[in-house]
């Protein structure tokens, strides 16, 4: 997604929470690749409401504004409803819900400084075809959807939009053999009207789709990528 950004000629930031050293390699990357300070790394957990303040002044001293916000955090844990743990829970929900609520709160203000801010969140097809033991994400992102529609309505007259990307089930250039046939244990690609797995590639330019001048319009959306998968409106 970072990438994609910068080679559309972004400025980039580069969150995370622990990994340092590869938020920063990353950064690095694309500054060689692009020339100036065109990316910078920023280490905030997302769940913290002050490091999250302290993470939007630092952009905000560095670039001077804030167009685009992606909301694609989440802390996946599996576990029958039986002997899955509150803490476990909480863990969930305070990655994906907490960390998005608190980011657009305070992205806000630059968002519509800039004229035309857009959010856009990372839900995903397990809070539409939720799988034995993933109740926590499934709820999550569902509430990641319900998120999306009220702060569009609440951020439209501020010139912000907000939408959601969906994706189903997909694969990278760098994910081993291995994973998709792990994956068909939860989604068999020949039964799919679209009879494959997905690239991270159609879900990273379905997000910057959204982030171009002619989805102005749109809001309080969400995009379903998954080859049918599911048929969501």
């Not at 920023?42 to 002050?50: G, H, L, M, R, V």
């Not at 409803?81 to 907490?98: A, G, H, K, P």
Request: proline share 4%; aromatic share 6%; net charge negative.
């Amino acid at each position: 997604m970072v990438r994609a950004f910068a080679a559309a000629g972004a400025a980039v930031v580069v969150n995370a929470n622990t990994s340092h050293e590869e938020a920063q390699a990353l950064a690095e990357e694309i500054n060689a690749r692009y020339g100036g300070k065109r990316a910078m790394a920023c280490i905030a957990d997302i769940t913290s409401e002050q490091a999250v303040q302290s993470m939007m002044s630092e952009v905000a001293g560095q670039f001077g504004r804030l167009d685009i916000l992606v909301n694609n955090a989440v802390g996946r844990r599996h576990g029958a409803l039986q002997t899955f743990s509150i803490e476990d829970w909480r863990t969930v929900m305070q990655s994906c819900l907490d960390g998005a609520f608190l980011c657009a709160k305070h992205a806000a203000p630059l968002l519509s400084a800039s004229g035309a801010g857009r959010i856009i969140n990372l839900s995903g097809a397990a809070s539409h075809v939720p799988a034995t033991g993933g109740a926590a994400v499934a709820a999550a992102k569902a509430g990641l959807e319900g998120l999306t529609r009220a702060l569009a309505h609440e951020l439209g007259p501020h010139n912000i939009s907000v939408n959601c990307v969906c994706p189903g089930v997909m694969l990278s250039d760098a994910d081993p053999p291995q994973r998709a046939v792990d994956l068909r244990a939860y989604c068999e690609p020949e039964k799919l009207p679209i009879a494959r797995f997905g690239h991270i590639d159609e879900t990273v330019g379905t997000v910057l789709s959204l982030c171009s001048a002619p989805f102005a319009y749109m809001t309080g959306q969400v995009i379903h990528v998954n080859g049918g998968l599911y048929f969501g409106s």
